[in-house]
T-cell receptor
Framework: ETGVTQSPTHLIKTRGQQVTLRCSSQ?????VSWYQQALGQGPQFIFQ???????GRGNFPPRFSGLQFPNYSSELNVNALELDDSALYLC????????????FGPGTRLTVL | AQSVTQLGSHVSVSEGALVLLRCNYS??????LFWYVQYPNQGLQLLLK??????LVKGINGFEAEFKKSETSFHLTKPSAHMSDAAEYFC???????????????FGTGTSLTVIP
């Protein structure tokens, strides 16, 4: 059974640029959630995708957007990067949108200069 | 609304000593509670979870936690600390999304555990 994988591991961007982060969910999981973890903080919920549709969203601006593909992998896109977007971005997959267990990937460390 | 408070951002214990990491929650519905561990440069690993039933929950690596509704607490314990337990620990409560068709986690700010040899 393959776990949750994320790419890239690290990324450096400059303010104003756009970035795409990728996540492959665990085998058999159809739901993907994205979280932002700023340094020294707990993860904050960005949004969740279920069967290619957004299923809920946290308190993040529209420049944070996502996609989920038929194979349930997912992308997080962030436009007009700001310095405060520097964080670890975590993807978590679950077997159903109401499932209590979420399995996290290793994260993508984004640095915005 | 759900929220989690972790008391003590840093905890140090001696190897072999009791580990106690504190977590209090706020929830408008019966809570589902979780503890995750994060090692440096890694994602979150589920230690244990409470959903319903027995209030004392056992997890991996010898950790356990007790759900106390009257105290709105879900403290994490381990009888004897090991050097490999040094990591960041996050308590989380699960809450329904506005659509009521999914769940999101509300995390605490984490507790960094140091184990002294």
């Amino acid at each position: 059974e393959t776990g949750v994988t994320q790419s890239p591991t690290h990324l450096i961007k400059t303010r104003g640029q756009q970035v795409t982060l990728r996540c492959s969910s665990q085998s058999g999981h159809n739901t993907v959630s994205w979280y932002q973890q700023a340094l020294g903080q707990g993860p904050q919920f960005i949004f969740q995708y279920y069967r290619e549709e957004e299923n809920g969203r946290g308190n993040f601006p529209p420049r944070f957007s996502g996609l989920q593909f038929p194979n349930y992998s997912s992308e997080l896109n962030v436009n007009a990067l700001e310095l405060d977007d520097s964080a670890l971005y975590l993807c978590a997959s679950s077997s159903a949108r109401g499932a209590l267990a979420q399995y996290f990937g290793p994260g993508t460390r984004l640095t915005v200069l | 609304a759900q929220s989690v408070t972790q008391l003590g951002s840093h905890v140090s214990v001696s190897e072999g000593a009791l580990v106690l990491l504190r977590c209090n929650y706020s929830s408008s519905v019966p809570p589902y509670l979780f503890w995750y561990v994060q090692y440096p440069n890694q994602g979150l690993q589920l230690l244990l979870k409470y959903t319903t039933g027995a209030t004392l929950v056992k997890g991996i690596n010898g950790f356990e936690a007790e759900f106390k509704k009257s105290e709105t607490s879900f403290h994490l314990t381990k009888p004897s600390a090991h050097m490999s337990d040094a990591a960041e620990y996050f308590c989380a409560v699960s809450g329904s999304l506005a659509s009521n068709t999914g769940n999101q986690f509300y995390f605490g700010t984490g507790t960094s555990l140091t184990v002294i040899p």
